[in-house]
């Protein structure tokens, strides 16, 4: 993967010439025999593999389950820990979709890991239980998400195969910690530290180095104790979170250098008032998520990167000739992969039938260096 750090997005205008790559958008359906719904939540590194949920009917009894989809297979559904309950949810995968991380709830809830060899359950070493996995290392071997106890304490963790379940350190005695994304090697995570004060939540963005020692990000300019991290590039660096302004009439995209201890905010359109953060490329230079579209009081889907601010991910794929996204709203950007040629995003929709659907659409990477006749 590529590892170039770039912090500055430079404000860019779409070319309209011949790109090297052209765009394509699809819906990703939905499981066999299933309900009309998919949402995704992660895409493999090679940008071939969607995770997420889906509804399906299960001993006569409609259930959420993980799916994992590529093209030659579609919708696939992952199946769940054995009991009453069978559910199951995918949030995360390694770079080729071999493994699949989430949660499973067979009678109670547990953070999972989905792999060749079957559903690896992870154990606690804090509480009572796991409640989901949320991201995993390159390689499928190093998972991390949250556990704890229900509605009292959660706390970060970091798990292996080969070393059991490391709880992550919390910022408060009293946490509601979670971990949600893990650098390629697996020796950074990053994610949220959450307590009270009088009744008033405090958020901080924070990341763990390879001990499990915690480390608290701070605020940025114009923040006060409400930063969630969110994602990590690949070697470790770059950290991506997001948080509102001191009067919550706003909030920002950041990027933060842990080797030069610097913070920079993504710029955002001045018209739109809310952004938020999902995922971070691994060269740490592109980011999705969604934002707050001011006309319609509802959320989009965005893209940024090198060249380009944070565009509407709709726009941005009409713009260049995507075809398919006829009737399409697309509400959050939730996976990213940077190839040589293309940028790969997956994520939620509502499709022309008014059904939730998952998507993956490509933009061409050559969209995203800047035009030498920009000023």
Request: charged share 15%.
């Amino acid at each position: 993967m590529g590892r170039r750090f770039l912090l500055v997005l430079a404000v860019g205008v779409l070319g309209s010439g011949t790109a090297s790559a052209q765009a394509t958008f699809v819906g990703l359906g939905f499981a066999p025999g299933g309900e009309s719904i998919t949402e995704a939540y992660a895409l493999s590194g090679d940008g071939k593999v969607v995770v997420g949920r889906t509804r399906i009917w299960s001993a006569g009894f409609m259930r959420t389950r993980g799916f994992r989809w590529t093209a030659a297979t579609g919708v696939q559904d992952l199946g769940s820990l054995p009991g009453t309950v069978r559910s199951s949810a995918a949030y995360g995968t390694d770079a080729t979709g071999a493994f699949v991380v989430g949660s499973s709830a067979g009678g109670t809830l547990a953070a999972v890991r989905f792999g060749p060899g079957g559903i690896d359950r992870v154990p606690p070493s804090f509480g009572v239980q796991t409640f989901a996995a949320q991201d995993v290392s390159a390689d499928g071997t190093v998972v991390v998400g949250y556990q704890g106890i229900t509605d009292t304490r959660w706390k970060g963790f970091r798990w292996t195969p080969s070393g059991g379940t490391q709880t992550l350190e919390s910022l408060s005695a009293s946490p509601y910690d979670w971990a949600s994304a893990v650098s390629a090697d697996g020796s950074v995570a990053v994610g949220t530290s959450q307590w009270f004060v009088n009744g008033d939540p405090v958020t901080h963005a924070v990341w763990w180095d390879a001990r499990g020692r915690v480390n608290d990000i701070g605020r940025a300019p114009g923040q006060v104790n409400n930063a969630y991290g969110m994602d990590v590039s690949a070697d470790g660096r770059v950290v991506l979170f997001f948080g509102y302004s001191t009067d919550a009439a706003s909030s920002d995209v950041y990027l933060f250098d842990r080797v030069a201890s610097r913070t920079v905010r993504v710029v955002r359109p001045p018209e739109w008032d809310y952004a938020s953060a999902d995922r971070l490329s691994a060269c740490g230079t592109f980011l999705t998520g969604q934002y707050l579209d001011p006309a319609i009081g509802d959320f989009r889907a965005f893209v940024a990167g090198p060249g380009r601010p944070m565009e509407d991910l709709l726009t941005a794929l009409r713009r260049v000739g995507a075809p398919g996204t006829e009737g399409w709203v697309l509400i959050r950007a939730t996976g990213l992969a940077v190839l040589p040629s293309e940028v790969v995003v997956s994520g939620i929709g509502i499709d022309p039938q008014r059904n939730v659907q998952a998507f993956r659409a490509t933009l061409p990477r050559s969209l995203f260096i800047r035009p030498a006749w920009l000023p």
